[in-house]
């Protein structure tokens, strides 16, 4: 089982992140946020990685803070978990409607953290949550997780359709790229025999 458990703490947060990357998309979620935490819901049951997260902040100020360092050390966790990246497929993509909405994402663990948010909203918030924290979690999570992520917004009219089918697209993308492809199982996924060279 691919695992593992990454800790953050500054004068700002503590979290606290739990992984198994062969799962059953179970989780166990508390951010202090409601909308962050229904979106790592939708990360887990998606990418059928179980996720546990305990994250604590100075929320009192706002939310920035919380949900960028939550999306650090989940990208952490999982990275660790995936370790040399033996037998990874690497590459994965996902195209997501829901209702009037169509997301896709492409993702490569490559070890190059890289982020292209091609998100936009008509509204400043969904729920207490500012909608401009999205962005600040997708860059985090891929600077955490070494991994290049594009996310497109196809279409949309609501707002919350709209961000929700990112992270379920974000979430199947990850689910293929994390799989043991049974063809290479004992290999790295690159001629460099290696990923994280800027020209690989």
């Not at 887990?44 to 360092?69: N, P, Q, Y």
Request: a negative charge.
């Amino acid at each position: 089982m691919r695992t593992a458990t990454v800790e953050r703490t500054t004068k700002e947060t503590s979290v606290s992140v739990s992984v198994n990357l062969d799962g059953e998309g179970k989780y166990d979620i508390e951010t202090g946020v409601g909308f962050l935490d229904h979106m790592m819901e939708q990360l887990s049951r998606h990418s059928l990685v179980d996720i546990t997260i305990r994250a604590k902040g100075d929320t009192h100020i706002d939310f920035h803070h919380i949900t960028e360092d939550v999306g650090i050390v989940v990208g952490q966790a999982i990275a660790k978990a995936l370790g040399d990246l033996r037998g990874i497929t690497r590459y994965g993509n996902a195209i997501i409607p829901m209702d009037e909405t169509c997301t896709r994402c492409s993702i490569d663990i490559s070890g190059r953290p890289y982020t292209v948010f091609m998100v936009e909203f008509t509204r400043d918030k969904l729920g207490d949550m500012d909608t401009e924290l999205f962005l600040e979690w997708f860059r985090a999570f891929a600077h955490g997780a070494g991994m290049t992520l594009h996310v497109e917004n196809m279409y949309g009219v609501n707002n919350h359709h709209i961000i929700e089918s990112s992270y379920k697209a974000l979430a199947r993308a990850m689910r293929q790229a994390i799989e043991i492809d049974p063809r290479k199982s004992d290999a790295i996924p690159s001629t460099k025999g290696m990923i994280g060279d800027k020209t690989d």
